[in-house]
């Protein structure tokens, strides 16, 4: 709820993702403290619809057309719900004054807009969507600065450094007394893989992560330790640090979801089941805790825990992520559009799973980096670095292109 006692009224940029579905159902076990005035979806007309079903949004937003005059004719008795469209209507729902608490979860680049169009009209901006800040860094800050707004970090890992720092020392690590940040990873379902087993690693295999149940693309990033080069992007910019203060230790199990060192010796650990209702839940209620369904944790049956340092030769994208931070401007921006066309062809079975760290290290070296000073800046970076990556692909992989 909110400090006068209301319940917080959301919108759910992502609602049919992994995400998203764990949000409603963190809204569906305490109606009384959440409400949800908007739901967000790309193109999954039958899950919007069940969503607006359930939940009765006043606003449902599909950013495909097509899609969305699709869900406004499956809704036509549900006269309270408007559908709207495209980028325009994902901005307004998300800066809309009826909403205090955005819960930002599109996958990708596609995410930005909105997520910024929140920081900047002031709400609780719960942050899954770890592209935005990735691309935008040191603008997206400024504007939480600017706006007010109340950033808190989705992402297991950013969730369990939150939790294990003083509350108004978040980016005052000196002050807090911390020595560095031990950032956690699964490693993924190919750790112990040879290099010529990873170029025989395929879409379905990629994307059955042993812990976690995700999306498909993030479940590649994982596979290939991207996704942990975008968070340390994200952690040094929501904690205000550096790559050399955050260490990335490999832990299989998925249980201690990171850790926060203190110059005393204290070592602060987050621990949980590898369910993401847990940092939604967080978010969603904080400072207060409730329910969020995840089961209880039985250490008892865990036994023991394994830590691993990452092995950046087999899986270079973490390398080239914090080569992309220390050059700053839109070098991340180009890393993560790389990244992203090259997953999608490794996805539609164009490009080997070896081969993305190939397309994203090619197109960093070729695209010129420039100041992260706007929005249409990283934009044109972005769309830049998404043509040269299909160059790249087609190249290597010559074939259909996903776009």
């Not at 959440?34 to 193109?43: D, E, M, P, Q, Y």
């Not at 969603?284 to 409730?290: D, F, L, N």
């Amino acid at each position: 709820m909110t400090a006068t006692g209301h319940a917080r009224i959301l919108t759910v940029l992502g609602a049919t993702g992994s995400i998203g579905l764990n949000t409603l159902d963190v809204v569906r076990r305490h109606p009384e403290r959440f409400r949800v005035h908007a739901l967000t979806a790309s193109t999954n007309v039958v899950e919007m619809e069940r969503l607006c079903r359930e939940f009765r949004p006043r606003i449902a937003v599909m950013a495909d057309d097509q899609a969305a005059q699709q869900l406004a004719s499956a809704i036509t008795d549900l006269a309270e719900v408007s559908v709207l469209s495209g980028e325009a209507g994902l901005i307004d729902v998300a800066a809309t004054d009826a909403v205090d608490t955005v819960m930002a979860a599109i996958v990708g680049a596609a995410g930005l807009a909105p997520t910024l169009a929140a920081v900047n009209a002031g709400k609780r901006v719960l942050l899954a969507n770890k592209e935005a800040l990735v691309m935008s860094g040191q603008l997206f800050m400024d504007a939480v600065t600017r706006s007010g707004a109340q950033l808190l970090p989705i992402d297991s890992e950013h969730n369990a450094i939150f939790q294990c720092l003083p509350p108004d020392r978040v980016r005052d690590l000196p002050g807090a007394g911390v020595r560095r940040i031990l950032l956690t990873a699964s490693g993924g379902p190919f750790r112990s893989h040879s290099p010529e087993q990873l170029r025989q690693v395929t879409p379905a295999q990629a994307c059955k992560h042993p812990n976690w149940s995700m999306g498909q693309k993030i479940s590649v990033d994982s596979a290939t330790l991207m996704n942990k080069g975008l968070e340390l992007i994200e952690a040094c910019w929501l904690f205000n640090t550096t790559p050399d203060h955050i260490e990335v230790h490999v832990h299989p199990e998925s249980i201690i979801h990171s850790m926060v060192e203190y110059v005393d010796g204290s070592v602060l650990a987050q621990l949980g089941s590898p369910d993401m209702r847990t940092p939604i839940a967080n978010g969603m209620a904080w400072p207060e805790r409730v329910e969020s369904g995840a089961d209880s944790l039985d250490l008892f049956a865990l036994g023991r825990f394994h830590f691993e340092r990452p092995d950046t030769e087999r899986f270079p994208c973490l390398r080239l992520a914090a080569e992309a931070f220390q050059r700053g401007g839109t070098a991340p921006a180009i890393l993560n559009a790389a990244n992203e066309q090259a997953v999608a062809a490794f996805l539609d079975g164009v490009l080997c799973f070896a081969d993305i760290p190939v397309i994203i290290e090619r197109t960093l070296s070729a695209i010129e980096v420039g100041p992260a000073t706007d929005i249409e800046r990283i934009m044109a970076a972005d769309r830049q670095a998404r043509d040269h990556a299909r160059g790249e692909i087609q190249r290597l992989a010559p074939g259909p292109m996903a776009t």
